[in-house]
T-cell receptor, first 107, second 114 residues
Framework: AQRVTQPEKLLSVFKGAPVELKCNYS??????LFWYVQYSRQRLQLLLRHISRESIKGFTADLNKGETSFHLKKPFAQEEDSAMYYCALTSTDKIIFGKGTRLHILP | NAGVTQTPKFQVLKTGQSMTLQCAQD?????MSWYRQDPGMGLRLIHY???????DQGEVPNGYNVSRSTTEDFPLRLLSAAPSQTSVYFC?????????????FGPGTRLTVL
């Protein structure tokens, strides 16, 4: 069965500390994976996708097919990173979201 | 481009009332969908459509109806509102196939059912 798991509902990190938001997936084919972010009272928006292999707002994510993971990382957390983060997997005809992780950056 | 728009932004209903949440997109996207967002539950898919005249059920379709008469519009109808439908509703759209296409979300509708 296709599944996306974000094991942490809430992650609290001090400003300046490294951030890692975990995402594990279950999919039999070749998945396309995305991270979406939702800042307070705003709409969800794309943060990054594994195909582009780019860094957005200092965040990166590497697809690890062996561990079936797509963890989101940032070396130094900033207060403006506080938000809800969703990992998503897409196939040809389906998109599956994880339940989300709320990232709280402590001053 | 306005992107994905939703109306209203806020709504309060009494149990048993019906209403329609509007969603429109101006990007000529074939795929449109409705989600509800509840604390601890993440995003749950209600209904989706892959083109005008085609709709299908998602994970939590009970109590909701949709139609897709045009490419641009995808309204969500609550037939008889219940307190369990209190939630934030998001509409999204994208091109097809889903793989490789970004989802564009609307600003959300915050619904309270008393």
């Amino acid at each position: 069965a296709q599944r996306v798991t974000q094991p942490e509902k809430l992650l609290s990190v001090f400003k300046g500390a490294p951030v890692e938001l975990k995402c594990n997936y279950s999919y039999s084919g070749s998945p396309e994976l995305f991270w979406y972010v939702q800042y307070s009272r705003q709409r969800l928006q794309l943060l990054l996708r594994h195909i582009s292999r780019e860094s957005i707002k200092g965040f990166t994510a590497d697809l690890n097919k062996g561990e079936t993971s797509f963890h989101l990382k940032k070396p130094f957390a900033q207060e403006e990173d506080s938000a809800m983060y969703y990992c998503a997997l897409t196939s040809t005809d389906k998109i599956i979201f994880g339940k989300g992780t709320r990232l709280h950056i402590l001053p | 481009n306005a992107g994905v728009t939703q109306t209203p932004k806020f709504q309060v209903l009494k149990t048993g009332q019906s209403m329609t949440l509007q969603c429109a997109q101006d990007m000529n996207h074939e795929y449109m969908s409705w989600y509800r967002q509840d604390p601890g539950m993440g995003l749950r898919l209600i209904h989706y459509s892959v083109g005008a005249g085609i709709t299908d059920q998602g994970e939590v379709p009970n109590g909701y109806n949709v139609s897709r008469s045009t490419t641009e519009d995808f309204p969500l109808r609550l037939l008889s509102a219940a307190p369990s439908q209190t939630s934030v509703y998001f509409c999204a759209s994208s091109g097809l196939p889903l793989a490789g296409h970004e989802q564009f979300f609307g600003p959300g509708t915050r619904l309270t059912v008393l």
